[in-house]
């Protein structure tokens, strides 16, 4: 593959071997790899202007090509690597662990290939989005995926949305998401955090007040529905607002209009309006602290925001968007995170949510001293444990299910049908796990 002058590409210099699937997969997501030797001389050999990412690829690797590894990785240093171990590798052996720690990120076979092309765009400097129009929502989890289709869908509805989920969630990302896909999209948005009012202005803050309406009130004001008319309120904390504020509230989403604070004149306004929360509105509803027939009237469409350790395949994609989004506005070293802070962040719990996972980030790409991110430049602790113990799950689920299949083969008296109908999976799937495991049926009978 010939590269004339002032061409660049993505490629993977990749140490050791990989398998077909792997290659076939990366090199149509546009990735070149070259394969060499960590032992050999050609060292790693970067182009000016490419983007050059390095793999250390240890499943077939012996002592002394691990070691010869760990040289290379040490002579370069500045680049980013990425390394494939085997589910049986001892991880705490020194010589493993070391790279293992040396490396953005690691992998165990069989290979999860989308969460390697994530973390060879992250290294490359994209950010991997689930669709274009998302609108600011990052991450391709299951969860995640739910929220985006539901944004979609809501979006061009114009009824009002409930967003519910702890705080930090992200409620008001998925707002801005369900304006920005909505026909509102050129029409201002007004984000109103209901709970940081004082209660006695309340009314004027949302609805606005003529002047003389109340001591202090020297002018006509505006209020941020007014301000946002032909666009979208987004009111946040909805169910801090105080009873009045949410008999006007009712009044407006029945009717369509508003009275500002000391005046008897009705207002017609097109506003579409949202709401989040991070409390149970129906305990508030039978508590008494909220109005009923308003809970209904806001809860139409519902939106749940799931809370960041429901999303685990999102942290570390959404850490990189923080740390490049940083990057754009700061000097700072860090490019991306080293793997034990990955596995950090995986594994830690996030009560803040993905508010904590920003302030973390920017944090840490103040202090971190290196290229990579470590688990210290986030305030998590170092777990390089957790390194040992993902390859020992790895490694049991692998063999859990190799001796799942080995056995109704064998009670099944091979018979491939009626051992998929026991698994409760296709006959095609029975023949993908022979093949993963590398069973031939006539060596098992």
């Keep these: 593959m010939a590269v004339t002058k002032g061409d660049t590409r993505r490629c993977i210099v990749w140490f050791g071997q990989p398998a077909g699937n792997e290659r076939a997969r990366l090199t149509k997501a546009g990735w070149f790899i070259r394969v060499a030797e960590a032992g050999s001389h050609g060292g790693v050999g970067m182009r000016n202007g490419n983007t050059v990412v390095a793999l250390a690829d240890l499943r077939q690797g012996d002592a002394a090509s691990i070691e010869a590894m760990e040289r290379m990785m040490a002579d370069h240093p500045g680049l980013p690597w990425l390394s494939l171990i085997a589910p049986d590798m001892p991880a705490q052996e020194p010589s493993v662990s070391r790279i293992l720690q040396a490396s953005a990120d690691?992998?165990?076979?069989?290979?999860?290939?989308?969460?390697?092309?994530?973390?060879?765009?992250?290294?490359?400097?994209?950010?991997?989005?689930?669709?274009?129009?998302?609108?600011?929502?990052?991450?391709?989890?299951?969860?995640?995926?739910?929220?985006?289709?539901?944004?979609?869908?809501?979006?061009?509805?114009?009824?009002?949305?409930?967003?519910?989920?702890?705080t930090g969630s992200g409620k008001e990302v998925a707002a801005r998401a369900l304006h920005g896909l909505s026909m509102r999209s050129e029409r201002p948005f007004a984000a109103i955090n209901c709970g940081a009012l004082p209660p006695n202005l309340v009314q004027s803050e949302l609805f606005g007040h003529e002047r003389g309406a109340f001591t202090g009130a020297n002018a006509r004001r505006i209020g941020h529905f007014e301000t946002a008319a032909g666009g979208t309120v987004f009111l946040d904390e909805v169910g801090d607002l105080p009873m009045d504020a949410q008999t006007s509230l009712l009044r407006f989403l029945q009717e369509g209009t508003l009275e500002r604070v000391g005046s008897s004149q009705s207002i017609k306004l097109d506003v579409r309006v949202l709401a989040a929360t991070h409390v149970d509105l129906e305990r508030a509803v039978e508590q008494g602290r909220f109005r009923e027939d308003l809970y209904y009237r806001l809860n139409v469409l519902r939106l749940h925001m799931p809370a960041l350790r429901e999303r685990e395949d999102d942290v570390v994609l959404l850490a990189q968007h923080f740390l490049d989004a940083f990057r754009e506005q700061h000097a700072t070293h860090a490019r991306a995170f080293s793997s034990a802070a990955r596995q950090a962040m995986r594994h830690f719990a996030w009560p803040g949510n993905v508010r904590e996972l920003l302030n973390r980030v920017q944090r840490a790409a103040v202090v971190a001293e290196d290229a990579l991110i470590t688990a210290a430049d986030l305030d998590l602790a170092d777990v390089p444990h957790l390194l040992e113990a993902r390859t020992s799950l790895g490694s049991a689920r692998v063999a859990a299910e190799r001796d799942a299949v080995i056995n109704c083969l064998r009670e099944c008296r091979f018979n491939i049908s009626e051992c998929a109908r026991r698994l409760k999976v296709s006959r095609v799937t029975i023949y993908r796990l022979c093949k993963k495991h590398r069973l031939a049926l006539d060596d098992l009978r």
């Design 106 to 166: 690691f992998f165990t076979e069989p290979v999860d290939l989308q969460r390697l092309l994530d973390s060879l765009a992250q290294l490359g400097g994209e950010v991997p989005t689930l669709e274009p129009g998302d609108v600011g929502i990052t991450g391709h989890s299951q969860a995640t995926r739910a929220v985006t289709a539901s944004v979609r869908k809501y979006a061009p509805v114009e009824l009002p949305v409930l967003i519910t989920g702890e």
